[in-house]
């Protein structure tokens, strides 16, 4: 009598595969911040500097619980105080011409929060300075998302989620936000968390909106 079980272990191994090969893999490391080199006992501590993969510009906030949320960054946007950045080099390299995913919850007191994300190349790593950072965004080499001009959709809370899709220009493996174009905002501040770069489909449709 011939066993089911190797047509068992056939279907398992079958059905492991399309479940991996359905649920993308995240490109960018931390996206979440939870991976911390240290525990924090305050209700935030200034700078990234124990938040593991990631780099900040001036003194970006890591905040352990406030807002609701637990382990995210405060980022300064407004021109009253100096502009802060985050970034962090991605797990693998954007190819051009494939299109890709991000996703991020950012807390904010406008519809449309002055934030903006920059792809580059790893080989113009050491250029990333603070006042830099616009000209890399007006590159035509480098891959420019303003989350800015996101569509609003409904006003449940402050922290929003945004969802939009993209390709990048040329290879990119560093991931930059802040107000990468200085656009002119009175938000003095914004806040990040839960941000992940996923490959899509090539047949879907690029879309930029938030919920």
């Not at 991931?175 to 990040?192: E, L």
Request: glycine content about 6%; hydrophobic content about 35%; charged content about 20%.
């Amino acid at each position: 009598m011939k066993s089911g079980f190797g047509h068992a272990v056939i279907a398992f191994v079958t059905f492991s595969l399309f479940i991996t090969s359905t649920f993308a893999q995240n490109i960018l490391p931390n996206g979440s911040f939870d991976e911390v080199t240290a525990v924090y006992h305050d209700i935030h501590n200034s700078g990234l500097d124990n938040v593991t993969e990631w780099k900040g510009i001036n003194s970006v906030d890591f905040y352990k619980n406030r807002l609701g949320k637990q382990n995210y960054l405060g980022l300064t946007t407004g021109s009253l105080y100096p502009y802060e950045y985050a970034y962090v080099t991605l797990h693998s390299a954007l190819v051009p011409h494939k299109k890709y995913r991000i996703t991020l919850s950012i807390y904010s007191k406008t519809r449309k929060p002055p934030l903006s994300v920059l792809l580059i190349n790893g080989a113009d790593s050491n250029a990333i300075t603070q006042f830099s950072i616009p000209e890399l965004a007006r590159s035509p080499a480098n891959t420019f998302i303003p989350v800015f001009i996101s569509r609003q959709r409904g006003w449940r809370s402050r922290w929003r989620y945004y969802l939009f899709e993209f390709q990048v220009r040329n290879e990119a493996d560093i991931f930059i936000i802040g107000n990468c174009a200085r656009v002119k905002t009175k938000i003095p501040y914004c806040f990040i968390d839960d941000i992940k770069i996923e490959e899509v489909d090539g047949s879907k449709e690029k879309t930029m909106r938030a919920q």
